[in-house]
């Protein structure tokens, strides 16, 4: 493949952070009951300085999450404070000329929607629609929502594999979990395009390159259900790749510190699979856990090799948000797996940018890859 490419002019770069993730101090959702992040990357409070070092990185794009907790920390009971920091990190990236992607729902719940069921039960949709219409409506320059981060994954992992709160194995909730969602991101939808009918609205939707048809009917329901589903409710499709599967089993040659295989290929074949649906695409996370940063840059570079070769071949790719920016707390991992392409200090705090960051700034420079 070539070594040279050019990207659009107007392609997006840069990376993307979720809120319990990385800003510490939220102990009011579901999750720090179980797996408490602390102080996590004090982002809360260090959110200048971290945009500070993407853009010294070239970034021109960031995707973040609103923490649904700190802004309605009771049922009906909004926080201005809250709303106004959100205000106040939308505002620092648009002083550094970078595109907030506004990320509504990664994963955590408040607590009195816990209690009463979260996703399973039907209500919660409508609780969210008014979290939604509430934070849409007071956060004005934001351009690009991503209502739900990876309902397959949280689906899964909460309900099939019992691993995340609320720590069930029940493929009756599973499903019901599955279709709240998705009536949520519809109305949603209608709500953010009735307060502006120019903003642009996706969910970031992980989609796992399935080689051999005797995955078919996991790649239909993975892949293809949710959007199928949602096909007149989003302007685009946000894409989180990080996962290949052959049949019988992967061969695992390359794997990262969390012992995912890294097949850079399956990222082309995922794109081309999604050009069926006619809507842009933003790569809104594709990373790797590489503690020792050896394989980050050759990741970066082979991942957007085969976006170029999908662009070239008609797939309306339009950007690519590396995950992570920083390291950060890995869910039910903990801090040991390290995304970031800034290395993380979590006694002191201290950020170190990683060799693969500042190739990652040259590939952003050059609008293409230099070897």
Not at 278 to 303: C, M, V, W
Request: contains cysteine.
């Amino acid at each position: 493949m070539q070594n040279n490419l050019k990207f659009p002019k107007d392609f997006l770069w840069g990376a993307a952070t979720s809120a319990y993730q990385v800003e510490g101090g939220i102990d009011n959702c579901d999750w720090a009951k179980i797996f408490p992040a602390g102080k996590a990357c004090d982002h809360y409070n260090r959110f200048e300085e971290d945009f500070d070092i993407a853009k010294s990185l070239g970034h021109n794009a960031h995707r973040f999450s609103i923490e649904w907790s700190r802004i309605e920390p009771e049922e009906g009971k909004f926080s201005e404070k809250e709303i106004e920091h959100y205000r106040e990190v939308i505002k620092a990236l648009r002083e550094r000329g970078i595109e907030p992607f506004v990320t509504l729902w990664h994963w955590t719940l408040p607590l009195w929607i816990r209690d009463i069921g979260g996703w399973e039960n039907k209500d919660t949709a409508e609780h969210f629609l008014k979290y939604v219409f509430r934070i849409t409506h007071a956060l004005e320059d934001v351009r690009f929502w991503i209502t739900l981060n990876e309902p397959e994954i949280y689906a899964s992992n909460s309900y099939l594999k019992g691993i995340w709160p609320p720590q069930k194995i029940n493929p009756i909730a599973y499903f019901k979990v599955i279709n709240n969602l998705i009536k949520a991101h519809k109305k949603s939808y209608k709500i953010i395009k009735a307060i502006n009918p120019d903003e642009h609205i996706g969910v970031a939707k992980n989609n796992i390159y399935f080689e051999g048809w005797q995955f078919f009917l996991i790649d239909w329901f993975w892949n293809k259900y949710f959007l199928n589903k949602i096909k007149d409710y989003h302007d685009f499709i946000g894409l989180n790749y990080y996962f290949h599967r052959r049949f019988p089993k992967n061969k695992n040659e390359i794997v990262s510190d969390m012992d995912w295989e890294i097949y850079p290929e399956g990222i082309y074949h995922v794109l081309k699979n999604l050009k069926k649906y006619s809507k842009p695409i933003y790569i809104t996370e594709n990373g790797l856990a590489d503690a020792k940063d050896e394989k980050r840059t050759i990741f970066i570079k082979e991942h957007l090799r085969w976006v170029h070769k999908a662009i070239e071949e008609g797939v309306d790719a339009k950007g690519y948000l590396h995950w992570s920016l920083l390291d950060n707390f890995e869910w039910d991992k903990g801090f040991w797996p390290r995304f970031g392409l800034v290395e993380m200090d979590y006694q002191t705090m201290e950020r170190k940018i990683r060799p693969s960051a500042l190739e990652y700034k040259k590939i952003i420079e050059n609008n293409g890859i230099i070897e």
